[in-house]
């Protein structure tokens, strides 16, 4: 396998994405090596996770507990909700654009979904894919947010 340059591997997110793809996908991550992808790739999962955690955070902001907390100036308070929130976002990101591989759907386990007859072409479209699927979960988060 050929080497991963960790100083280009830029935050959290995406060393947990490289060691994820170590484990569960050696051939796609070899390809992404290979055809110079991988750290594009790799600075994506990191701005999308980083946007939706932000997003996250920041609508728990708005919410009654918050400003409940924030009018009294219950600083603990207001640091548990923005914690909580903040782990649930990593929570949900990491499920879904972190540790899983393309198209895997919910009812597949992935360690039954068999990526030895996917060609290249198409793990990288299912990887497009996602990315289209993560575009529109924020946006109906930021929806979310501007209709509160």
Same mark, same amino acid.
């Given at each position: 396998? !050929?080497?991963?340059?960790?100083?280009?591997?830029?935050?959290?997110?995406?060393?947990?994405?490289?060691? *994820?793809?170590?484990?569960?996908?050696?051939?796609?991550?070899?390809?992404?090596?290979?055809?110079?992808?991988? #750290?594009?790739?790799?600075? *994506?999962?990191?701005?999308? /996770?980083?946007?939706?955690?932000?997003? #996250? /955070?920041?609508?728990?902001?708005? !919410? @009654?507990?918050?400003?409940? @907390?924030?009018?009294?100036?219950?600083?603990?308070?207001?640091?548990?909700?923005?914690?909580?929130?903040?782990?649930?976002? =990593?929570?949900?990101?990491?499920?879904?654009?972190?540790?899983?591989?393309?198209? @895997?759907?919910? =009812?597949?386990?992935? =360690?039954?979904? !068999?990526? %030895?007859?996917?060609?290249?072409?198409?793990?990288?479209?299912?990887?497009?894919? %996602?990315?289209?699927?993560?575009? !529109?979960?924020?946006?109906?988060? =930021?929806?979310?947010?501007?209709?509160?």
């Amino acid at each position: 396998m !050929s080497k991963i340059e960790m100083t280009k591997v830029n935050g959290k997110y995406a060393e947990l994405r490289v060691k *994820f793809l170590e484990e569960h996908a050696p051939d796609m991550l070899e390809a992404m090596i290979n055809d110079g992808s991988l #750290y594009e790739h790799l600075d *994506f999962v990191q701005s999308l /996770v980083n946007q939706y955690i932000d997003k #996250y /955070v920041d609508k728990s902001k708005q !919410s @009654a507990p918050y400003k409940k @907390a924030e009018s009294e100036c219950d600083l603990a308070e207001m640091n548990n909700i923005i914690t909580t929130a903040q782990i649930i976002a =990593e929570t949900d990101a990491g499920a879904e654009w972190i540790y899983t591989l393309p198209d @895997a759907d919910d =009812e597949t386990a992935e =360690e039954d979904k !068999s990526y %030895d007859d996917m060609s290249y072409d198409e793990a990288v479209l299912d990887i497009y894919n %996602d990315i289209s699927k993560a575009k !529109s979960a924020i946006s109906e988060l =930021e929806e979310e947010s501007e209709e509160e």
